[in-house]
């Protein structure tokens, strides 16, 4: 599978394993962790990279999301961040 495209509904996304998933309460957000150092996350970051634990599907991670939020449509939205993070291999594919 391309790492660069989130796959279909199906796919089941987690952290990669090289970096740590991590709320840092000195930021007050969600960083994913790395040898050379962290990245920060937005609030919406934070809460699909939670979900991405390679025991989810992609949908199943839209579903929570949009139950916790009570939001409808966010499956454009989780896709892309999905895809962009992969191209920047924050998440790899089960």
Not at 82 to 90: E, F, K, M, Y
Request: with cysteine; hydrophobic share 40%.
């Amino acid at each position: 599978m391309n790492p660069q495209t989130a796959p279909d509904g199906s796919g089941k996304p987690s952290v990669a394993s090289r970096l740590r998933l991590q709320w840092e309460p000195a930021q007050q957000s969600w960083v994913l962790l790395y040898p050379e150092g962290m990245v920060k996350l937005n609030q919406s970051a934070g809460e699909i990279l939670q979900r991405c634990d390679g025991s989810r599907s992609v949908t199943q991670i839209v579903t929570e999301l949009e139950q916790a939020f009570e939001a409808r449509g966010l499956d454009g939205e989780v896709r892309e961040f999905l895809r962009i993070a992969a191209s920047r291999n924050w998440v790899e594919w089960a």
